[in-house]
C-alpha cells in the first residue's frame, strides 16, 4: 500500500517543528529515522495531516556527558549511540541493548529517542530508559519540560508526549564504575523484535549487590521495571536462590497477552527464565539445580 496523502515540512528549528505541529492542529507527525513512522504511512496505520521531518535541525544530533548526566540528541542515531566509547564507558546497558534493534540499516537511521517517543512495549530503548530513570527533555508550545521515565511510559504507543510536543533530547544518569550488565533476549529471527527481552545493570561490592536495575520488554503494555526482583537484590549477597526469587518476582509482574507471536504464559515463563540467564550471567553463577 502506499500512504495516504500528507503535507511535509523540513523544520529548520525546534520552534519551526513545534509550529507547524501546532498549526497541524493535533494531527501532525514528527519524523525522525523514519524506521517505525514510515511501515505504518505505508501500512495507513498512520494518516497525519503533516509529516514534520526534524532532520536538518542543527545540534539535535549530540552524545555528551553533563555532570552526572549522559545527554542524548533527539537525532542521535541507534549505530551512532551504541558506537560511542561515552556511551559504552557511562551507560553500558544502552549499547548492550542498542546491538539488539533491527539490523544496521535500521540502526543507522533510527534515533533513541524515536524509539522511545514511539514507545513500542517490545523496543530495546524504552525498557533501558525504564531501567536506568531516564529524563525526557521535551519541547512544546508552552517551552520546555522534563519528564521522568517512570511517567512517560503509558500503555500500547502511548507516552505523556502532547500531539505538538517534541522529544528533544534523552538523559541518563551515569552508571556507578563497575556496573556489571546483561541483555538476554528472545526473538524468532536475529534482527526481529523481541518476543521477551530482560535488561539487568548490577553493581556489587564483593559478593554484595549494592545496586540493581531492572527491566523487560514484550511482556506489558509499556516498559516494565522489575522493582520487585531489585528489592530482592539490594543489599544481599548474590547466591543461586536468590536469583530464582527475583526471577520468579518478575514473572509475577508480568501481564502478557495471547497474540499470534506466542501465548501469554511463554512470555510470563521467558520473563522469569531470561531474567535468571541475565543475572547469572551478570554475577558469573549458574542456578542449574536451583529450586525454581
Ligand atoms: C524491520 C524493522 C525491524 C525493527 N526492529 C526493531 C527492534 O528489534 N527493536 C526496536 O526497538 N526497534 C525496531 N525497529 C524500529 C526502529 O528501531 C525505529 O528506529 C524506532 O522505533 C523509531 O525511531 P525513528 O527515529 O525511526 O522514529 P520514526 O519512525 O521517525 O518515528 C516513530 C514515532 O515516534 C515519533 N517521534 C520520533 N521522534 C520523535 C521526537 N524526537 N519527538 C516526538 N516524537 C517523535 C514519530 O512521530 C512517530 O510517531 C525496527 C524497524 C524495522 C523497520
Same mark, same amino acid.
Given at each position: 500500500m502506499k500512504p495516504a496523502a500528507f503535507d511535509y515540512v523540513r523544520a529548520d528549528s525546534v520552534a519551526e517543528a513545534v509550529a507547524a505541529l501546532v498549526a497541524s492542529d493535533g494531527s501532525g507527525k514528527v519524523l525522525a529515522g523514519g524506521q517505525s513512522l514510515v511501515p505504518l504511512l505505508s501500512m495507513r496505520l498512520?494518516?497525519?495531516?503533516? @509529516?514534520?521531518?526534524?532532520?536538518?535541525?542543527?545540534?539535535?544530533?549530540?552524545?555528551?556527558?553533563?555532570?552526572?548526566?549522559?545527554?542524548? %540528541?533527539?537525532?542521535?542515531?541507534?549505530?551512532?549511540?551504541?558506537?560511542?566509547? @561515552?556511551?559504552?564507558?557511562?551507560?553500558?546497558?544502552?549499547?548492550?541493548?542498542?546491538?539488539?534493534? %533491527?539490523?544496521?540499516?535500521?540502526?543507522?537511521?533510527?534515533?533513541? +529517542?524515536?524509539?522511545?517517543?514511539?514507545?513500542?512495549? +517490545?523496543?530495546? +530503548?524504552?525498557?533501558?530508559?525504564?531501567?536506568?530513570?531516564?529524563?525526557?527533555?521535551?519541547?512544546?508550545?508552552?517551552?520546555?519540560? #522534563?519528564?521522568?521515565? +517512570?511517567?512517560?511510559? %503509558?500503555?500500547?504507543?502511548?507516552?505523556? @508526549?502532547?500531539?505538538?510536543?517534541?522529544?528533544?533530547?534523552?538523559?541518563?544518569?551515569?552508571?556507578?564504575?563497575?556496573?556489571?550488565?546483561?541483555?538476554?533476549?528472545?526473538?524468532?529471527?536475529? %534482527?526481529?523484535?523481541?518476543?521477551?527481552?530482560?535488561? #539487568?545493570?548490577?553493581? @556489587?561490592?564483593?559478593d554484595v549487590i549494592t545496586s540493581a536495575r531492572l527491566a523487560v520488554a514484550g511482556t506489558n503494555p509499556e516498559p516494565l521495571r522489575g522493582t520487585a526482583a531489585e528489592a530482592v537484590l539490594i543489599g544481599n549477597t548474590v547466591t543461586a536462590a536468590r536469583i530464582v526469587e527475583a526471577a520468579a518476582a518478575v514473572s509475577a509482574a508480568t501481564s502478557p497477552a495471547d497474540d499470534i507471536h506466542a501465548a501469554a504464559s511463554y512470555r510470563r515463563r521467558m520473563a522469569g527464565l531470561l531474567t535468571r540467564r541475565a543475572l547469572a550471567a551478570t554475577v558469573g553463577t549458574s542456578t542449574k539445580g536451583a529450586a525454581a
Open positions: 498512520a494518516r497525519p495531516s503533516v @509529516l514534520v521531518d526534524i532532520n536538518k535541525i542543527p545540534g539535535l544530533d549530540h552524545i555528551r556527558r553533563e555532570g552526572d548526566m549522559l545527554a542524548i %540528541g533527539a537525532l542521535a542515531r541507534h549505530e551512532t549511540v551504541l558506537r560511542s566509547p @561515552l556511551v559504552q564507558q557511562a551507560v553500558p546497558l544502552l549499547p548492550a541493548a542498542l546491538r539488539y534493534v %533491527g539490523h544496521r540499516a535500521i540502526r543507522n537511521r533510527g534515533t533513541v +529517542a524515536g524509539s522511545i517517543a514511539h514507545a513500542d512495549p +517490545a523496543a530495546e +530503548a524504552p525498557a533501558v530508559a525504564r531501567a536506568l530513570d531516564a529524563e525526557l527533555v521535551v519541547s512544546g508550545p508552552a517551552g520546555t519540560r #522534563t519528564i521522568a521515565a +517512570a511517567d512517560f511510559f %503509558g500503555g500500547y504507543l502511548t507516552t505523556a @508526549l502532547g500531539p505538538d510536543e517534541i522529544l528533544t533530547e534523552v538523559r541518563i544518569p551515569i552508571q556507578p564504575p563497575g556496573a556489571q550488565v546483561a541483555v538476554c533476549e528472545l526473538a524468532r529471527r536475529s %534482527g526481529d523484535f523481541a518476543l521477551v527481552a530482560v535488561f #539487568t545493570a548490577l553493581t @556489587l561490592d564483593g
